[in-house]
């Protein structure tokens, strides 16, 4: 993880944009009635709005085909828990047309044209009608109820509208990872409850992995009695210290199969996943015999504990696993998971090495293909399919196997390519829900790379590398929480709110109907007030959509605004991060700044009920241009010098001796990697400015790197600088150490050496032109 590498591109056009927003006089509360969705998330195929409207109330008579029906069962104890109406609910008279009855008529009749899953919801002045079947009538419900007001009252005005709608995708899922930190049945629930109101229709339910084993399985009791408690609420790469507490926690049998009905009413089906052959160390601390043999008097291999044996002994525990939890989830899709796993037992293990022999083998990828072959044919024997993570591509697919693609999209390209259906979930689109917001380090500690919001709305799960056939094969998409950053229930909300109604619209929406401004600045407004009211984390938008920027220049005029109805913006000129005892934002902010002094000012918001956003900074420096230097030696290429050791920072090579030096075309320190495991460089010469105006410097890695223009250096808070056209010094110090091997999904990354620059007038940040170096 190297957040500095990530830090968005910073522009001084941000300002110009800013001050653009302030003419146009963006409105900071907007309502529900202002844009083409009706506020509705995720944004549905077709909206007609009418004028009049409808007004819902207690005196609201509700008439349903079957009154029994799960989705009227559930609007009945939703009316009655959070809106204290308590309809009367009877039976609708199949006989009459819908439109000639009062009230909220709910049926299927007229539903055999929809799509699957869709439905068609009308609002007139003298009713409210949902056609639709199953599936469709609980989703006319979840719209209709969006459209009523946040805040809880006796009677609701609804518009009058027509609203018809259907998914996208047939697959609309949402996974949770409760080995890492277990969440109780009641938050669970809670997940749940949630993502059937935004119309996705799976809860993936990672249900084991290395650190904990959470599911009760009767034949084997000590997967739960030793596996599902570990000596550390934290753990792995978690910054946290370790505590040595006993921490855990398992689902009983009867408590899972509350949760699938408790889902399977909200038409939310749980596929519930058992890894193999990896992540398996709670099951194999339970039971160490299923691990690998080991050479005597040698070191173990690594991976020992975390990979079964493919013995007949691991098969038939595995296959009583699997009878169990076939027994609990009625879901068509088992998760085997098949991800991350290190074969380095395999390679050591004689028994392995004969049996790769014995079944033509040629390598341990192709031992995990007969692995996960022998699985799912056992799950197929009982009428179910397996879904595997994208590793279960190398050395060969298993016949009838779904393919979550997470490594990327490449994995789920490929298998459809094969025809195989494909779950996109990649962790480089927005998809990993455990990664991080924003580059700010105000972010609360997370995993990995960060992935924005607009970035999880904006990915497409269709790539355009598929043809039309094999696009059939993309089946629908994907959130992953993993849960290693996410102790607590507050944190999940934290890391899943506001993604998940991005995801929602992904999964749901056709792309013609979607549109980042209206979502971000529009529609979401009422579904944050929902989350206030409902006392739910979230993570609250900045009033800045640049959390850390720097500009240049005399004048600046800043609006801000907050899409979080009621909430309030403070700022500080002081360098700290505002708090509610700060100034509060009540119109624009306009600073004359005098030459060469720099201001800053720090943004926050506060939402109703006490959230924060993180902070934003924005520094603005009056700075004249920097001359030009008088270099007129014309040589193209950098000077560099190398001293052969280990650094921990650059700094340290302003003290050491250089033992080689040359004079290179470009800025690259790939090269003297190749014989230098660890070493420190410092490159000196001419950057040749092609016209005056102000340059953003950014750096691959502010750990390893420094640079200076004009002896000035850049840093990742102060990054611009006004140059007049010519030639400029340039020196960069960089230092690099060799890093420890891979292992699954915590790669450990070094940042190659890059200078990146965004010219004046422009957004993009391009890499240093080696072509403007001289020495
Ligand atoms: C994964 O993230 N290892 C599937």
Avoid at 13 to 28: D, E, Y
Wanted: net charge positive; proline share 6%; with cysteine.
């Amino acid at each position: 993880m190297n957040l500095k590498t990530l830090t968005l591109p910073k522009c001084l056009a941000i300002a110009a944009l800013l001050f653009a927003a302030f003419q146009t006089g963006k409105a900071s509360a907007q309502t529900t009635t202002d844009n083409p969705h009706m506020g509705i998330i995720p944004a549905p195929a077709s909206v007609t709005k009418n004028t009049g409207s409808y007004t819902f109330s207690q005196l609201t008579l509700i008439k349903a085909d079957n009154p029994k029906d799960k989705a009227v069962l559930w609007l009945k104890d939703y009316l009655q828990s959070n809106r204290h109406l308590n309809n009367k609910i009877s039976k609708f008279n199949s006989k009459l047309k819908p439109a000639k009855s009062a009230g909220l008529i709910l049926t299927a009749k007229g539903a055999d044209k929809l799509p699957k899953e869709g439905y068609k919801l009308t609002i007139t002045n003298h009713n409210i009608t949902i056609v639709g079947k199953d599936a469709g009538l609980f989703y006319g419900i979840q719209t209709l109820l969006q459209l009523f007001p946040v805040e809880t009252s006796g009677s609701y005005k609804l518009p009058c509208a027509v609203i018809e709608d259907s998914p996208r995708f047939g697959y609309r899922g949402m996974m949770l990872d409760v080995s890492r930190h277990f969440f109780s049945i009641a938050e669970v629930k809670k997940v749940i409850e949630l993502i059937a109101s935004y119309k996705l229709n799976t809860f993936h339910w990672h249900l084991v992995d290395g650190q904990g084993w959470r599911i009760e399985i009767k034949k084997y009791p000590k997967l739960t009695q030793v596996g599902a408690f570990r000596q550390q609420t934290m753990f792995g790469s978690n910054r946290d210290w370790p505590d040595s507490l006993s921490y855990g926690g398992f689902y009983t049998q009867d408590q899972i199969k509350e949760v699938v009905k408790f889902a399977a009413d909200r038409y939310i089906n749980v596929i519930p996943e058992i890894e193999m052959p990896a992540h398996s160390e709670a099951a194999l601390r339970a039971y160490p015999e299923l691990k690998c043999d080991t050479v005597a008097g040698q070191p173990p291999p690594r991976d020992i504990n975390n990979l079964y044996c493919p013995t007949e002994q691991t098969f038939t525990f595995l296959e009583d696993v699997l009878t169990e939890v076939m027994a609990l989830f009625p879901s068509k899709y088992i998760h085997i998971g098949g991800d991350e796993a290190g074969k380095e037992p395999w390679k050591q293990s004689a028994f392995c090495q004969a049996l790769m022999k014995e079944k033509g083998l040629k390598d341990e990828k192709e031992l995990q293909s007969y692995f996960i072959q022998r699985i799912e044919k056992f799950i197929n024997s009982k009428g179910r399919s397996i879904i595997g993570w994208d590793e279960i591509l190398e050395g060969g697919l298993a016949p009838n196997a779904t393919v979550m693609s997470w490594q990327g999209e490449e994995g789920g390209i490929n298998a459809a390519r094969q025809h195989h259906n494909v779950i996109m979930t990649p962790q480089t689109t927005g998809n990993y829900f455990d990664h991080y917001q924003s580059g700010s380090p105000q972010e609360p500690v997370s995993f990995g790379r960060y992935a924005t919001l607009q970035e999880t709305y904006n990915y497409d799960p269709v790539s355009k590398q598929l043809t039309p056939d094999e696009q059939k094969y993309v089946i629908g998409t994907q959130g992953n929480l993993w849960t290693e950053y996410v102790p607590t229930v507050a944190k999940l909300q934290y890391q899943i709110f506001p993604r998940v109604f991005a995801l929602s619209e992904v999964a749901w929406s056709q792309p013609k109907n979607k549109d980042y401004t209206n979502f971000s600045e529009v529609r979401l407004a009422k579904h944050f007030a929902k989350l206030d009211a409902m006392n739910y984390n979230y993570r609250v938008p900045t009033a800045l959509t640049t959390i850390d920027t720097m500009v240049v220049g005399p004048h600046f005029v800043y609006t801000l605004t907050s899409v979080v109805p009621g909430a309030k913006i403070y700022y500080t000129l002081n360098g700290r991060d505002p708090l509610d005892t700060d100034l509060q934002y009540d119109s624009p902010l306009t600073f004359a700044i005098p030459q060469n002094e720099k201001r800053e000012l720090r943004t926050r918001v506060i939402t109703p009920s006490g959230r924060r956003s993180i902070a934003t900074r924005t520094l603005m420096y009056n700075k004249a241009p920097l001359p030009a230097g008088s270099y007129t030696a014309n040589k193209q290429g950098i000077k560099y010098k190398l001293a052969k050791n280990t650094f921990t920072s650059p700094d340290q090579l302003s003290y050491v001796a250089f033992t080689d030096s040359a004079t290179v075309a470009k800025i690259d320190a790939e090269p003297l990697k190749k014989d230098n495991p660890n070493f420190g460089v410092v490159y000196d010469g001419y950057l040749n400015i092609l016209a005056d105006g102000t340059y953003n410097f950014t750096l691959a890695s502010y750990a390893a790197s420094q640079l200076f223009i004009d002896g000035v250096q850049l840093t990742e808070s102060e990054y611009a600088l006004p140059l007049a056209k010519g030639f400029h010094q340039i020196r960069i110090k960089y230092i690099y150490n060799a890093p420890p091997p891979a292992t699954g999904r915590y790669r450990p990354r070094v940042a190659p050496l890059k200078v990146y620059v965004t010219a004046p007038g422009t957004f993009e940040k391009k890499e240093l032109n080696a072509a403007d170096l001289y020495n």
